[in-house]
């Protein structure tokens, strides 16, 4: 058992990082079951892309106001696993509430809009709290790259898993009963931090105001973390605009009439980014010191990617497309993120918290933005139309920045 142990990648070894793994697995998985149900449920009821895209924006909008104040403060404050188990509670109410209303006949889209704005409150303080527990977890920190990367390979993987049983859990359980499973899924993660063995670390004080201006003062003298959330904005843009508008891609392209048709489809689609995702966020596992060099290329091969899954109505090709640009668009999307991460426990480890929060700030506004422009533009000149201008985007952008570095390569600046 011990020589299994010893090759699984360096995080996974320890006891506290495997129980983490296992309940964010499941809590993950209920949740993007949750959102990919939601999201067909919406078309259903509208038959609106711009609706289905608002909706998800709703989810993530209180993050941009909230992380980087309320999330990343508290998490700098209190102890995390303490900040964790009541969010897992809210969570749980949020989706008993969606069964209820579908249950009792009285969801509305409003209703639907109330409910993702209180999940996207309980969101900017999970983000955040949840990474500050990687940290945590972990025995040393030269494990932190190893776990941020296993992160994102779970992640992805409840990417896949989530989304493609929503189709058959609808037939199972009916559309009431996937928001019950979210919420039981929410009881992994508390019972895996109950079990869980953490040191009593004592955190800092202060003001919240005076913490929120120096936490905004240290991000704005950093250089290397506006860059990278720059450049984290613009990939994550691109990504999340593919993924909003396809439960319309499944109605639109592929001809799904049902709910529990689109669902499947859906769930199709989205699990194969989610399986690409996984597997991108592999190999960047293994890659450290080439990690930086393979941005530009991914974000150009994941953006040529898009603009063929655009281009056919044949399903197996799109979804060797879509797997393909989910690989590339992770392996760009998580290196940014870590390095962030690594440059701030390098600098600062106190800061971590408030950094995390504008980190997740650019994040939720990523999904916001990417929500509200996909569904609106997609209602305009269709899904299709839609995902061929991200991927052409992508392709310029990821092309700029790859010029960019070629030019400093080549052109050194001079040691003074």
């Known amino acids: 058992m011990n020589k299994l142990i010893q090759k699984l990648p360096p995080a996974l070894q320890g006891r506290n990082y495997q129980l983490y793994f296992l309940g964010q697995f499941a809590s993950s998985a209920g949740g993007y079951l949750q959102s990919a149900v939601l999201g067909v449920l919406v078309d259903h009821l509208t038959h609106s ?28 404050q209190k102890k995390t696993r303490n900040i964790l188990y009541w969010v897992q509670f809210l969570g749980m109410v949020q989706a008993i509430g969606l069964s ?62 989530g989304p493609a049983l929503s189709g058959v859990l609808i037939l199972l359980v009916g559309v009431a009963g996937t928001f019950v499973l979210n919420a039981l899924s929410f009881l992994a993660m508390i019972i895996a931090m109950m079990a869980m063995k953490l040191p009593d670390k004592k955190k800092g004080g202060g003001h919240p105001v005076k913490m929120f201006l120096v936490g905004v003062r240290y991000v704005l003298s950093e250089k290397t973390i506006l860059k990278g959330f720059l450049l984290m904005g613009a990939v994550g843009f691109f990504g999340f605009s593919a993924r909003i508008v396809m439960p319309v ?45 393979l941005t530009a290329p991914s974000i150009i091969v994941s953006g040529i990617a898009l603009t063929a899954f655009s281009a056919t109505k044949s399903l197996p090709w799109g979804v060797v497309f879509l797997f393909i640009g989910g690989a590339c668009y992770a392996m760009s999307f998580q290196a940014i993120r870590i390095a962030i991460n690594q440059h701030v426990q390098n600098k600062r480890q106190e800061m971590l918290g408030r950094v995390l929060g504008f980190e997740f700030m650019v994040f939720f506004t990523i999904i916001a933005l990417s929500s509200f422009a996909a569904g609106t533009f997609a209602d305009y000149v269709g899904s299709a139309q839609s995902i061929r201008v991200t991927g052409e985007l992508a392709t310029l952008t990821g092309t700029l ?15 003074t």
């Open 249 to 293: 891609v499944a109605r639109e392209v592929y001809g799904a009439t049902t709910t529990v048709a689109q669902a499947a489809i859906t769930g199709y689609l989205l699990g194969t980014i989610a399986l690409g995702s996984m597997v991108g966020g592999i190999v960047l596992s293994k890659l450290d010191s080439t990690m930086k060099r």
């Open 401 to 415: 920045l790859f010029l960019k570095e070629l030019n400093v390569s080549l052109n050194p600046v001079p040691a």
């Open 100 to 161: 209820y209303l579908y249950l009792s006949g009285k969801m509305t889209v409003d209703k639907i809009f109330a409910l993702s704005l209180f999940l996207g409150v309980v969101n900017s303080v999970d983000g955040p709290a949840r990474h500050v527990l990687i940290l945590e977890v972990i025995r040393k920190i030269e494990e932190l790259g190893s776990a941020k990367a296993l992160n994102g390979v779970l992640v992805n993987f409840s990417q896949v898993v």
């Open 49 to 76: 892309a711009a609706m289905v895209g608002r909706v998800a924006m709703c989810t993530v909008l209180p993050g941009f106001f909230l992380s980087p104040t309320l999330g990343g403060i508290i998490v700098d």
